[in-house]
């Protein structure tokens, strides 16, 4: 398999990316990867993904680590530590050791993406970002359709939901 | 404070009631919870684990349904205190191995169970008689949202809540119920409802969870995938499994009546006559035994007995109980002549089972 940035070497780091049941790949070579920050797992953060894909959030990343025993950089726990036990050391684990998790996931559970209760906070931010979306799209349209007089309503409705005022509280 | 004392009396215990209590002795909805920048409970050392206890045990108590609670730290329970709270389903047998960092904090009503550096920073559980597990979750939904705004939870968009063990991720949800399934055992037709429950991804487990028995024949039913599902969607799915196996209990009691009428009244019977007349008995066999006397209730053949006095043996005989009333330091063959002392004596106004007692069915 090629590496879809310099498309020269063969690629050996495989990243995934799963949205709303559409599967985004790329492929990348050592140095390719290497260049882009990926090649190392435990500095490699999910909002690199994001740029190097141009996509939304990561949501699942598997790449190859060449058989070095991965060590949390959050607890010191390490690959090793989770055959032993079964367990993980810290809640940050499950991004270092996301591509050994994966496969686990599945034979595990009913599916690989949580949709059940989250926390309000995070709820009402994810809630608040989706709307945005929403009246953006339709704001484009309205313009777009010379409906100036409803361009001017959904301008203010997002500026209503983009103040301070409006945000939720969320540190 | 001494547990034994705060808890509910067992004869107190076996009078509340819930809906299809005659199979189902209690429901339960537990969820798995941890604080976002700690190390889990088995990897942490223990000033991080005094640390955690120490964010979470206030912020639970500071609950209005945690009102008057017993709150304490593990290391200041005895072992038989432990083991009461054991034989109690109040906590898990894993948790009473635990000392130093980690916490129990127990509602009056014993309808709420906090466990503290459990496998995972916070284990809280709803606890309800019969069979209720929508209000159970419910009630535990409510609980954890009044809770996560005071503590600050590990959770992710993608994998939900972040848990210890990669089984309990996602929703962090356990769904149970303690099932009472002697017409089942009788009939010979468990193993097969074993599998086919198995198959639909839901756990079969003995009296006190993971890796035991089904002493007293009941067992205990719960999800096992907590990612890719929401919450309801597992309550609703167990609720379901449930009312069917209930219906199967009830179907293998009244075809044991009608076409194997001696073979259940001889094991009945049996079991009376142990009871009523043993002078060593041991916890395992009590148990079993009286296992067989509750469905000789259930089928009327004890006329004027009520399922408590049962129920209430159930408890007090086991092995902890037994000696928080005695002495902690019996040995095992004289716990069982006192064990024998008491099923007898409760049972001294109890009469043999009436074969003949009329089949009033509903």
Redesign the interface.
Same mark, same amino acid.
């Given at each position: 398999m090629q590496c879809s940035v310099c498309k020269e070497k063969p690629a050996t780091v495989f990243l995934t990316h799963i949205e709303n049941d559409k599967m985004h790949k790329v492929n990348l070579c050592e140095d390719c990867a290497k260049t882009k920050g990926v090649d190392n797992p435990t500095t490699f953060s999910l909002a690199d993904a994001d740029l190097l894909l141009g996509l939304g959030a990561a949501q699942e990343i598997t790449q190859t680590t060449g058989g070095v025993d991965l060590k949390c950089p959050r607890c010191g726990f390490s690959q090793a530590d989770f055959k032993k036990s079964g367990r993980l050391g810290c809640p940050e684990c499950y991004q270092v050791f996301a591509e050994g998790l994966a496969g686990l996931l599945k034979t595990m559970h009913k599916g690989t993406r949580h949709t059940g209760k989250s926390p309000e906070a995070l709820r009402q931010s994810r809630d608040n970002a989706e709307q945005l979306k929403s009246l953006n799209k339709k704001l484009a349209k309205a313009i777009e359709s010379e409906d100036f007089e409803q361009a001017a309503k959904l301008r203010d409705e997002l500026k209503a939901l983009v103040s301070p005022a409006a945000e939720p509280a969320k540190k | 404070m001494d547990i034994y004392k705060f808890l509910i009396t067992p004869a107190e215990a076996t009078r509340l009631h819930g809906p299809h209590d005659r199979i189902v002795m209690s429901s339960r909805v537990r969820l798995a919870r941890?604080l976002?920048d700690?190390?889990?409970p088995?990897?942490a050392k223990k000033p991080e684990r005094i640390k955690v206890l120490e964010t979470i045990r206030p912020a639970v108590e500071s609950l209005p349904e945690m009102k008057d609670a017993f709150s304490e730290a593990m290391d200041n329970l005895g072992a038989l205190d432990k083991q009461i709270l054991v034989e109690r389903h109040l906590i898990s047998r894993e948790h009473a191995a635990k000392s130093s960092g980690s916490g129990l904090v127990l509602n009056r009503e014993e309808t709420f169970c906090v466990m503290i550096n459990e &496998?995972d920073h916070l284990r809280m559980q709803a606890l309800r008689p019969g069979l209720q597990l929508r209000q159970a979750w419910s009630a535990i939904?409510q609980f954890?949202?009044a809770l996560?705004?005071k503590l600050d939870?590990?959770?992710?968009? &993608?994998?939900?809540? =972040?848990t210890?063990?990669?089984?309990n =991720?996602?929703?962090g949800?356990r769904v149970s119920a303690m099932l009472h399934l002697p017409g089942l055992v009788l009939a010979e037709q468990i193993n097969p409802i074993i599998q086919s429950v198995n198959k639909l991804?839901l756990a079969v487990r003995g009296l006190y969870g993971e890796g035991t028995e089904a002493l007293g024949n009941v067992f205990q039913v719960s999800n096992q995938?907590?990612?890719?599902?929401? &919450?309801t969607t597992i309550v609703e799915r167990l609720d379901k499994v449930l009312l069917q196996i209930i219906e199967h209990e009830e179907n293998a009691r009244q075809t044991l009546l009608e076409k194997k009428t001696k073979t259940v009244f001889n094991h009945i019977g049996r079991a009376y006559g142990i009871l009523a007349n043993a002078h060593s008995i041991s916890s395992k066999e009590t148990m079993n035994l009286l296992s067989l006397m509750r469905l000789g209730v259930d089928l009327e053949l004890f006329p004027g007995t009520d399922r408590s006095l049962v129920d209430e043996l159930f408890i007090i005989t086991q092995p902890a109980h037994l000696q928080k009333q005695f002495s902690d330091k019996l040995s095992a063959e004289e716990r069982d002549l006192l064990r024998s002392d008491m099923v007898r004596e409760r049972l001294k106004n109890v009469s043999r089972p009436s074969v003949k007692a009329p089949k009033s069915g509903n």
């Open positions: - | 941890n976002k700690a190390a889990y088995g990897w &496998e939904d954890d949202s996560e705004k939870y590990a959770f992710s968009n &993608e994998l939900g809540y =972040l210890a063990c990669p089984t =991720l996602g929703t949800i991804g995938m907590t990612l890719g599902e929401s &919450e």
